[in-house]
């Protein structure tokens, strides 16, 4: 998978080179490439921004240094496609305004051979940009969350890293993803223990030290679901309403 990024801030995504996700690109399962949009801006400055149009508070990151970037990214991904029907990546830009990113996105998103990132800053990209894209190809506006950050570095990381980890190769146990919370039934996971079995006089539940399977698996199942209702009761399925006599 390609991964590209267009950011102002490259040394955010040197956490990247950490864990799974380094070791995915030392092993070449994952192809990552930061931009820095200052190398498309040709004033003194290397301006990216500019007051918004209509007045009010901020700045607004101007079009020409991301359709610079934004070209020479797809036209790199075309020469490297060669004779593909569809080599035209997925542009992201992480945005309040998008659809909230899911384990279930993750996994549609990780089909993808290539994606590109733009993480904006200050109050967001001139809108011409995602409507140039869009209209040339595939644009997806994704929010992480409800909540307001500087830009869409944190956002692109953490996506990055969800959507990489579901690469095929990258985790060493692929048994291991489908226990995990949002993953098979969107069921929180189970708490988990380790030796030694008393810390602190804390006790690891007795049924996890039997050695019966069927018994621990049970406990678990049951786990995840008083989890999931006490933490987040609308990952819960829906219980159908009870059908009375008048509604027959």
Not at 22 to 31: C, P, V
Request: glycine share 10%.
């Amino acid at each position: 998978m390609r991964l590209d990024v267009v950011t102002i801030f490259p040394g955010y995504f040197d956490a990247l080179e950490l864990s799974l996700l380094g070791k995915a690109r030392q092993r070449g399962l994952i192809d990552l490439r930061v931009h820095d949009l200052r190398e498309h801006a040709h004033d003194r400055h290397r301006t990216v921004d500019d007051t918004p149009a209509g007045g009010g508070a901020g700045m607004v990151m101007k079009p020409e240094p991301w359709g610079e970037a934004l070209d020479g990214i797809l036209a790199d991904g075309r020469a490297a496609a060669g004779g593909d029907a569809d080599p035209d990546p997925l542009i992201i830009f992480p945005s309040p305004a998008g659809d909230v990113f899911t384990q279930s996105m993750a996994r549609e998103l990780a089909e993808e051979s290539h994606l590109v990132f733009g993480c904006g800053r200050y109050e967001g990209i001139d809108q011409r940009v995602f409507d140039e894209y869009a209209a040339r190809g595939r644009v997806r506006l994704v929010s992480i969350g409800d909540y307001v950050l500087n830009g869409g570095e944190v956002a692109t990381i953490a996506m990055i890293e969800a959507i990489g980890r579901l690469v095929p190769g990258v985790v060493g146990n692929p048994e291991s993803l489908v226990e995990e919370s949002h993953e098979e039934d969107g069921l929180l996971e189970y708490p988990s223990y380790t030796k030694p079995a008393t810390w602190r006089g804390r006790e690891v539940p007795p049924v996890l030290l039997g050695g019966n399977h069927r018994a621990i698996a049970e406990w678990r199942r049951e786990q995840r679901v008083e989890r999931t209702r006490r933490v987040r009761p609308d990952l819960l399925p829906r219980e159908r309403p009870a059908r009375h006599a008048a509604d027959e």
